[in-house]
Nanobody
């Protein structure tokens, strides 16, 4: 299983940024994919999740109406469009998939991509 994030960077408050996750090593179209983030000194938190067909999504309250998660099952990619960014959106953003492995479920993570919101 491999998850590779890209697209992070520096943006001013109120700006927009998109991050993407390229996945391989599993049946992408059959599982939900999530974006998490971790700010310095804070626990990792769920930002958004998109289910296998792409027609069902969940968002953290803090990003509802500003962030949009989408997926392309033909390209095995998931994107997170972030608009109206706030200083508190600054974090490392991680792509995540939770897969069944025998009797267990295992979380797989990408290496993360830094998003910095600063004036």
């Amino acid at each position: 299983v491999q998850l590779v994030e890209s697209g992070g960077g520096l943006v001013q408050p109120g700006g927009s940024l998109s991050v993407s996750c390229a996945a391989s090593g599993f049946t992408f179209s059959g599982v939900a994919i999530s974006w998490y983030r971790q700010a310095p000194g804070k626990e990792r938190e769920l930002v958004a999740r998109i289910f296998s067909a792409g027609d069902s999504t969940n968002y953290a309250d803090s990003v509802k109406g500003r962030f949009t998660i989408s997926r392309d099952n033909a390209k095995n990619t998931v994107s997170l469009q972030m608009n109206s960014l706030l200083l508190e959106d600054t974090a490392v953003y991680y792509c995540n998939v939770n897969l069944r492995r025998g009797a267990y479920r295992v979380d797989y993570w990408g290496q993360g991509t830094q998003v910095t919101v600063s004036s």
